[in-house]
């Protein structure tokens, strides 16, 4: 049962990442109809970006959590305003293609620069250690950020889905016109929504740093993985995003326990059995 548990836990875990990330993705997706395969390379620049603040400028951990993705956010909105806004009105495949692109260039560069082997972060003397369960023992870091995604996810489902910024986000994306008509300025409430998207990411980012490592292909490894939650809980869907990461992570760890050969490909059969079933995923509507 100790084995149990602790994959378990990993899954849970690896969860909070699918979540977050699939969240940032589903906030890009839902709101300006772009596939965002950028996702990946952004989430490992906030990882890097809290490296930097740290070894760097000595800015610790807790700050790297607010600052990250507000510069990764920022660098965001300056590919949106520079390249992803020509895109509007076309196939979803140019801006797939166009996101690929930038994914590669920005792996790239940090692969050149960095190599490919990992630079260690080191986890906040706060958050070090961990909890006897009696059933399990905890590290207090893993903890920390299964509770800390749940809360932003939920934070930031709240803010586009209850609140009178969401309803204008939402109103924004289907009829532009009307809302500009009411004085609101729309193309910088895109922008704003891509940062938002990319500085979810990149906080997913900061919060891996400790765990997995700093590495220029961290977001490479999860990118596609992500892609298939985001589609299983129906592409846009906020709440569906959020659901299936934390859901897929736990069944991920289950899949390592009782049957491990099977672990890295249970997503993929997942998707399948779910498009086979609702090709507009679990919480997706039809257009």
Known sequence: MQA???????????????????????????????????HGALYMMGAFVAYFLLNLGGISYWWALLIAPILVGIFGMILERTMLQWLTGLDH???????????LIVQGVFQN???????????????????????????????????????????????????????YLRAATENPTLVRAFGIN???MITLTYGLGVGLAALAGVLSAPINQVRPLMGADLIIVVFAVVVIGGMGSIMGSIITGFALGVIEGFTKYYY????????????????????????????
């Open 93 to 103: 495949l140019y801006g797939l293609l166009l996101t690929f692109g930038i994914a």
């Open 113 to 167: 620069y960095f190599g490919s082997s990992g630079l260690p972060y080191a986890i906040p003397d706060q958050l070090k250690g961990g909890v006897n369960l009696g059933f399990m023992f905890l590290p207090i870091y893993r903890g920390w950020v299964v509770i800390f995604s749940l809360v932003v996810c939920l934070a930031t489902w709240f803010l586009i889905e209850k609140t009178q910024l969401g309803a």
């Open 186 to 188: 729309v193309p910088r």
């Open 260 to 287: 491990p050969e099977a672990s890295n490909t249970v997503v993929f059969v997942l998707m399948v059995l779910v498009l086979l079933v609702k090709p507009t995923g679990l919480t997706g509507r039809a257009a």
């Open 4 to 38: 149990l548990y602790a994959q378990l836990l990993v899954g849970l875990i690896n969860g909070s990442f699918y979540a977050l990330l699939s969240l940032g993705l589903a906030v890009i997706f839902g709101m300006l109809n772009i596939i965002n395969f950028a």
